[in-house]
């Protein structure tokens, strides 16, 4: 044997000390290579300790459960296997005759349905309570309701028309009668920037002590998830519980994050503990991923009220290209949808806070400028967003504060509520923001903050970009932290800053000569609106987010149903094509995949690759550097070590050099574990094989093997071996050359080969088992590659 760590997928990359045994136990000449790659001291005396405690285990017999899980956090599932059982069960449906097979079919599918409708109506649900929780604890650090603690400002002042003055709301100053200006405005600053530090920090408490997988947006999870990749710990219960509290606590603290992102990953959670009450979920990945895709947009829908927006934004960002998955999607989207409208959390029977209905009025043909213009600025905004992020969670993994992530949350939010209480725009909640940027002026419903004033857009645009400017320093730093935190709402409010400063810049240039033959199609009374403000903070944040995000068709169909205008869609999609053009100039990866490729989740894009005349050996592991079993030289006490290593995911089984097969490492664990034996000395001495064997005296293995994989040969172009991993869901292809193993490609590799522009590769990975315990954030990373020279 020989070992070469991108073999066949690694799990465990600090284990290399198990691809070799003491040297005192007999082995092959391959196996010595082995023992001569590793370093000794340390690792020869943890392999001793190991070895001994393995001895034990197997002389008092096997010691883990038979009936645990198929696969381990960290792998990726055989698709093949998944897709054959679920087909077995519709053909054994099949085998029966009169009412079973009318009645059984339906109960089957019934399964589904029961976890579509459970899902949407909790996603609905949860929504509606996080948005009135959020509006509650935000509101309550700027003062409270006098004949209600529970209400929010809006909830108390319900019934005013806007600009009155609401009597029953009272600002904390107020409320205990402070007399003089200067100590009135150091007890409200005071007061903000206190609850927001407690209200971020028991959410990063909660999130570091017991659900470390509740942290960030989730986003790239659950579309590594769908691609197969197996993390059943980022799907739990009480990662669902810790994510929800937590949510509602970071987003009412201020912090530049927002819910749309995280109610995804909620909505997936519910769906999952939904299944578990079902043995056709908890024993078929396939099916769970069907379920989880349809969970997905419902998170979608409640996060922007848009239903359609968010099916197509499953087709679109998760791959959800199948049709019934598609169908099943759009249910649960719309229940989810019907639940939130009939909750009705703001009160208003909308669906989102900023909904907003654009000018009827057709837009002119010199708008496409000033449209443009953002579009471009989304895109260079948002390339820009997604390099300093990614260079701030690389800094923040090496740097002096990896191992005091509750010191960063509060000191952020210290710093971030101190100056948001400094600036108009960023002290009132993102949400109430967007909404008013959203709008159009109008005189019967007051004047938010001086953006109607006419006579100072000089002013309200600096206040605007200075937001702006703020809001991206924010985002930067705060997504990634350890709190549950989406970056949608904060991208959107700095792209409807931007679209509202540029919308008041053409209007002032109206103003001023509208006798202008660029302003030929507006009216010639300068009173007379010709400008929208409004629709260019739309067009902004479309542009904007389509910049940090890279959507697309999702993108428009959202922003259309949240803003109601058909006759406007051209200028949104317009806006969506300039910033994807632009941002893709500066690198091809979205926020999204980013994360993805920090993290090494085993994800294929479906983006088209080309190569440069290069074969399937540019990123083949050679035979000469795969840990293989020869199954006429194996014995038991080898492939003990082989298991137990779980540093790769599986083997490949050769006949001298002939290919006989692969078998998988949870496989030949469980296989192995099933044995007693009496002695230690028994392991050496049995011997084993893959190839049945009439009357052969050791252990038959033969079972473990998996079904006949694709063979290629070396001169395959490296572009038709990545289009056969993107199409067919494979884990690995072999390459042999008349029968004999020249080498193996596994989907680890593939990634390799789609992410070799991303300098930050693999700089976050964390070993699923210790990042479910919370074990990465007690502990320095001695080496953020995983991937050893």
Known sequence: MSVDAHSAGQIAPERQAWASWDSNTSHSKDSAEIHNRVEHDAEDALLREEMSTLDDEYTSGPKVRQDGPRYVDGETIDWYKEEASSRAEVQHFQTYRGLRRLVLP???????????????????????????????????????????????????????????????????????????????????????????????????????????????????????????????????????????????????????????????????CMAFVASRFFKAFRENEAEKRRILAAAATAGVSVAFGSPLGGVIFGIEELDTYHEDVAWRAFVTSVIAAVTLQYMDPFGTSKLVLFGVTASSEPWKAFEL????????????????????????????????????????????????????????????????????????????????????????????????????????????????????????????????????????????????????????????????????????????????????????????????????????????????????????????????????????????????????????????????????????????????????????????????KTLIGYVTNQRLYEAIESRRFDSPDVLQRTRCTFVRKPLFDGVDLSETLEPPSINLRNEVSLELVVLMFQKLNLRYIMFSREGCLTGMVTKKDIVSVMTSQFEQRAALYEDPAEFARGAVWRRKPQNSNPHPP
Request: proline share 4%; net charge neutral; glycine share 10%.
């Open 106 to 268: 339906l109960l089957a599918a019934s399964k589904f349905w029961f976890v579509i409708v459970v899902t949407g109506v909790g996603v609905g649900v949860v929504g509606a309570f996080l948005d009135i929780l959020v509006a509650w604890l935000g509101d309550l650090r700027v003062g409270r309701c006098t004949y209600g603690f529970f209400y929010s400002q809006s909830q108390c002042c319900k019934g005013y028309d806007a600009g009155e003055i609401c009597l029953e709301w009272k600002a904390w100053s107020q409320w205990f009668n402070v007399p003089s200006l200067g100590l009135q405005s150091l007890l409200q600053s005071f007061i903000y920037v206190f609850l927001a530090v407690a209200f971020a920090s028991v959410a990063a408490y909660f999130v570091k002590m017991h659900a470390p997988y509740a942290f960030h947006t989730g986003i790239p999870e659950i579309k590594a998830i769908l691609g197969g990749y197996v993390l059943d710990s980022f799907l739990g219960p009480w990662t669902l519980l810790i994510k929800a509290v937590g949510l509602a606590l970071a987003v009412a603290s201020g912090l530049s994050l927002g819910k749309e992102g995280p109610l995804v990953h909620i909505a997936c």
């Open 369 to 656: 400028i000033p449209w443009l213009f953002l579009g471009v600025m989304g895109g260079l905004l948002g390339a820009l967003l997604i390099r300093m992020n990614v260079a701030m969670a690389v800094y923040r993994r090496n740097g002096p504060l990896y191992e005091w992530p509750l010191l960063e949350v509060i000191g952020v939010t210290a710093v971030t509520a101190a100056v948001s209480y400094l600036v108009v725009f960023l002290r009132v909640p993102t949400a109430e923001l967007v909404a008013n940027l959203f709008l159009e002026c109008d005189a019967s419903k007051g004047d938010y903050h001086g953006l109607c004033n006419l006579d100072a857009i000089s002013e309200t645009v600096f206040l605007l970009l200075l937001t702006a400017a703020l809001k991206i320093v924010f985002t930067i730093v705060t997504f990634g932290m350890m709190i549950p935190a989406g970056i949608f709402l904060p991208t959107i409010a700095i792209g409807a800053c931007l679209g509202r400063a540029v919308g008041l810049i053409v209007q002032g240039i109206h103003r001023a000569h509208p006798g202008a033959w660029l302003f030929s199609a507006c009216p010639p009374d300068p009173t007379v609106r010709c400008i929208s403000p409004g629709f260019y903070s739309v067009i902004g944040a479309t542009a904007m987010l389509g910049g940090v995000t890279r959507m697309t068709v999702s993108l428009v169909v959202i922003m259309f149903e949240l803003t109601g205008a058909l006759s406007h869609v051209l200028p949104i999609m317009i806006a969506v094509m300039s910033s994807k053009w632009v941002a893709d100039a500066f690198g091809k990866e979205g926020i999204y995949a980013s994360w993805i490729a920090m993290r090494d989740y085993p994800w294929l894009s479906g983006a088209e690759y080309k190569d440069s005349g290069e074969t399937a050996e540019r990123c083949m592991t050679s035979i000469e550097n795969l840990v293989t079993i020869d199954s006429d030289d194996c014995n038991l006490h080898d492939l003990v070590i082989l298991a137990r290593a779980r540093q790769f995911h599986g083997y490949p089984v050769v006949k001298g």
